[in-house]
């Protein structure tokens, strides 16, 4: 493990980091990292766009990983550090899914603001984070939990918000009404039925007994120690 | 709410100043209300901005200690109040409930704030419309987040209450037995979970006598 100094790669004749001034609403330079991923991944990458300063790639869905593990370890782009993984859904209805990946290179200075589409009626389906970051982990558990996206080669893809067994649907969709769909008498009488220590991890539960109580699939995953990620 | 009244004024006590001998006659009763009364421990069950006006309460300038509640409880089984300050999610109710189960008899209830009473602003899929559907409530303080002036006045009328009840009967010091077939029941041994000894009492694990 080796401390990573910001704007370690930059050299010592590098400009000292000023606040931007004057930012346009679009347009304005973009980040050089735009660029050469477009010339890496001619087949992957759609376009890009700079807004209020911020670089924007839209993607390929099925390419994010082998995008951000070559964005990682690239020695010109060295992307180090997950800033955060979320989901957009439009109230146009008409407008895809969007899933967007935050990158930050600390050694370069840099933000990244990856985005994908993804069609609502389709899979909704894409990669998993957790073999490049591992706190790609909880943070795709959240886009599951409230968009109902699912993360292919996550290792322990389940609720984190919600409790395990929640059944009114994932409450950030556009189709999810704000008050959820059962009735507030039978929200709380699921919600009471629900035993507090049946959601947490195999080490969690050595204080708690509850191991009998999780769902099957779960109990063979947790047994198996199929849990946590990373390299 | 001491035991010394003005003079001319009835009370439940009855000083005898020409004996000189300090002693004093009242009801059983009474000066079981007043103990309780003036001695309650809270549980706080904080989860929103209400715990930082409880905390404010709790701390110096209001100082709770002068209604005998400043010694926190942060083991039910040795609680008297519960006071939850703050919106519960649904997934915080079967927690709040056991909780609340957990604490032994004589016990009372405070909401504190808007949330806690009602759900609050927070009308939606995730959040508890008042506490009152999961445990019994005793006092509701209103506000959004109520000032300690106003967490104060409820802990007073609190205590009035307290004064008012039954202290000998039955109720007051038996468990509350929850139909098996209620939603709120919960077994005894998963009430005894989590709940480690804690002072100077190994006995305080039990759900019940």
Same mark, same amino acid.
């Given at each position: 493990m080796?401390?990573?100094?910001? /704007?370690? #790669?930059?050299?010592?004749?590098?400009?000292?980091?000023a606040?931007?001034?004057?930012?346009?609403? %679009?347009?304005?330079?973009?980040?050089?990292?735009?660029?050469?991923?477009?010339? *890496?991944f001619?087949?992957?990458?759609?376009?890009?766009?700079?807004?209020?300063?911020?670089?924007?790639?839209?993607?390929?869905?099925? &390419?994010?990983?082998?995008?951000?593990?070559w964005?990682?370890?690239?020695?010109?782009?060295?992307?180090? $550090?997950?800033?955060?993984?979320?989901?957009v859904?439009?109230?146009?209805?008409?407008? +895809?899914?969007?899933?967007?990946?935050?990158?930050r290179?600390? +050694?370069y200075?840099?933000f990244?603001?990856?985005?994908?589409e993804?069609?609502?009626a389709?899979?909704?389906?894409?990669?998993?984070?957790?073999? !490049?970051?591992?706190?790609?982990?909880?943070?795709?558990?959240?886009?599951?939990?409230?968009?109902?996206?699912?993360?292919? /080669?996550?290792?322990?893809? %389940?609720r984190?918000?919600?409790?395990?067994? $929640?059944? @009114?649907g994932?409450?950030?969709?556009?189709?999810?009404?704000?008050?959820?769909?059962l009735? *507030?008498?039978?929200?709380?009488?699921? &919600?009471?039925?629900?035993n507090? @220590?049946?959601?947490?991890?195999?080490?969690?539960?050595?204080v &708690?007994? #509850?191991?009998?109580?999780? +769902?099957e699939?779960?109990?063979?995953?947790?047994?198996? @120690?199929?849990?946590?990620?990373?390299? | 709410?001491?035991?010394?009244?003005?003079?001319? %004024?009835? =009370?439940?006590?009855?000083?005898?100043p020409?004996?000189?001998? /300090?002693?004093?006659?009242?009801?059983l009763?009474?000066?079981v209300?007043?103990?309780?009364?003036? =001695?309650?421990?809270?549980?706080?069950?904080?989860?929103?901005?209400?715990a930082?006006?409880?905390?404010?309460?709790?701390?110096? %300038?209001?100082?709770?200690?002068r209604?005998?509640?400043?010694?926190?409880?942060?083991?039910?089984?040795?609680a008297?109040?519960?006071?939850?300050? /703050?919106?519960? +999610?649904?997934?915080?109710?079967?927690?709040?409930?056991?909780?609340?189960?957990?604490m032994?008899?004589?016990?009372?209830?405070?909401?504190?704030?808007?949330?806690?009473s009602?759900?609050?602003?927070f009308?939606?899929?995730?959040?508890?419309?008042?506490?009152?559907t999961?445990?019994?409530?005793?006092? $509701?303080?209103?506000? !959004?987040?109520?000032?300690? @002036? &106003?967490?104060?006045?409820?802990?007073?009328?609190?205590?009035?209450?307290?004064?008012?009840?039954?202290?000998?009967?039955?109720?007051? $010091?038996?468990?509350?037995?929850?139909?098996?077939?209620?939603?709120?029941?919960?077994?005894?041994?998963?009430?005894?979970?989590?709940?480690?000894?804690?002072?100077?009492?190994?006995?305080?694990?039990?759900?019940a006598?």
């Amino acid at each position: 493990m080796s401390v990573v100094l910001p /704007g370690a #790669a930059l050299g010592p004749a590098a400009p000292a980091p000023a606040t931007p001034r004057a930012i346009a609403h %679009r347009g304005g330079p973009a980040n050089p990292s735009a660029a050469t991923l477009a010339a *890496r991944f001619p087949a992957d990458v759609v376009r890009h766009e700079v807004i209020w300063g911020d670089t924007i790639v839209w993607i390929r869905a099925g &390419a994010a990983r082998d995008i951000v593990r070559w964005l990682r370890d690239d020695a010109g782009e060295r992307y180090d $550090y997950l800033v955060d993984i979320t989901a957009v859904e439009h109230r146009d209805a008409l407008r +895809p899914l969007e899933m967007v990946w935050q990158l930050r290179s600390l +050694p370069y200075r840099r933000f990244l603001r990856l985005k994908a589409e993804l069609d609502p009626a389709g899979a909704l389906e894409v990669p998993s984070l957790v073999p !490049c970051y591992g706190s790609a982990d909880w943070l795709e558990r959240e886009v599951f939990d409230m968009f109902g996206i699912r993360f292919e /080669g996550h290792p322990d893809l %389940r609720r984190i918000l919600m409790w395990e067994g $929640y059944a @009114e649907g994932h409450p950030l969709r556009k189709d999810f009404p704000l008050r959820g769909r059962l009735s *507030r008498a039978e929200q709380l009488s699921r &919600a009471l039925a629900a035993n507090p @220590e049946a959601r947490y991890s195999m080490e969690e539960l050595t204080v &708690a007994d #509850a191991f009998h109580e999780l +769902p099957e699939e779960m109990k063979r995953r947790l047994a198996a @120690e199929r849990r946590g990620g990373g390299e | 709410m001491g035991l010394s009244v003005p003079p001319g %004024r009835s =009370s439940s006590v009855t000083v005898d100043p020409p004996s000189q001998e /300090g002693w004093v006659t009242t009801r059983l009763e009474f000066l079981v209300n007043w103990a309780r009364a003036n =001695s309650l421990w809270p549980m706080p069950f904080g989860t929103a901005c209400c715990a930082i006006e409880f905390m404010a309460t709790a701390a110096s %300038r209001f100082d709770l200690a002068r209604f005998g509640m400043e010694r926190m409880s942060f083991s039910p089984r040795q609680a008297d109040v519960l006071i939850c300050a /703050g919106r519960v +999610p649904f997934k915080l109710a079967p927690v709040l409930r056991r909780i609340y189960q957990q604490m032994p008899q004589p016990k009372w209830v405070i909401s504190m704030g808007a949330c806690a009473s009602t759900g609050g602003m927070f009308d939606n899929y995730a959040v508890v419309q008042g506490i009152d559907t999961i445990v019994p409530v005793d006092v $509701y303080v209103p506000g !959004c987040p109520p000032r300690p @002036e &106003a967490l104060m006045h409820g802990i007073m009328m609190l205590q009035k209450k307290v004064m008012a009840e039954r202290s000998l009967g039955r109720q007051q $010091y038996e468990e509350i037995v929850v139909d098996p077939t209620s939603k709120l029941y919960i077994p005894p041994s998963r009430i005894d979970e989590l709940s480690e000894p804690f002072g100077n009492s190994v006995h305080q694990t039990r759900s019940a006598p």
